[in-house]
C-alpha cells in the first residue's frame, strides 16, 4: 500500500511561514515517476488544488498563491514539500497530500494523507 503523511502545519500570524512536508510509503509509488499534488480544504468549501509537481519537475500553482507558495520534492526521501509565504488568513485550511496515477495490479489508484492544520491569525 502507498501511504502519505502530511506535517508541518500549525498556527502562525498574517505574514508568516511555514513549510509542509509529506512522505511517502510504499513500493508502487515514486514521486519522481508520479508527481504529487498539494490540495487544501477550509470548512464549508470544497476541497481546492494548490500546486502540483509532475515526476519530470515541472510545477502548477492556483492563482490564490503564485509568487507566495512553492512546491518541491526530495527524491531520495520520497518526499514532497510545500514553501508557504506571506501567509494570509485566506490561507487557512487543511491541507493535503495527493499521490495521483499510481498502477497497482493493472488499476489506477490515487492515495490521500490525513491532513495537516494551517491557520493563519490577523
Known amino acids: 500500500q502507498v501511504h502519505l503523511v502530511e506535517s508541518g502545519g500549525g498556527l502562525v500570524q498574517a505574514g508568516g511561514s511555514l513549510r509542509l512536508s509529506c512522505a511517502a510509503s510504499g513500493s508502487s509509488f515514486s514521486v519522481s515517476v508520479n508527481g504529487m499534488k498539494w490540495y487544501r480544504q477550509a470548512p464549508g468549501k470544497q476541497r481546492e488544488l494548490v500546486a502540483s509537481i509532475t515526476g519530470g519537475g515541472s510545477t502548477n500553482y492556483a492563482d490564490s498563491v503564485k509568487g507566495r507558495f512553492s512546491i518541491s520534492r526530495d527524491n531520495a526521501k520520497n518526499s514532497v514539500y510545500l514553501q508557504m509565504n506571506s501567509l494570509k488568513p485566506e490561507d487557512t485550511a487543511v491541507y493535503y497530500c495527493?499521490?495521483?496515477?499510481?498502477?497497482?495490479?493493472?488499476?489506477?489508484?490515487?492515495?490521500w494523507g490525513q491532513g495537516t492544520q494551517v491557520t493563519v491569525s490577523s
Open positions: 495527493n499521490a495521483p496515477g499510481v498502477l497497482v495490479g493493472g488499476n489506477v489508484y490515487n492515495y
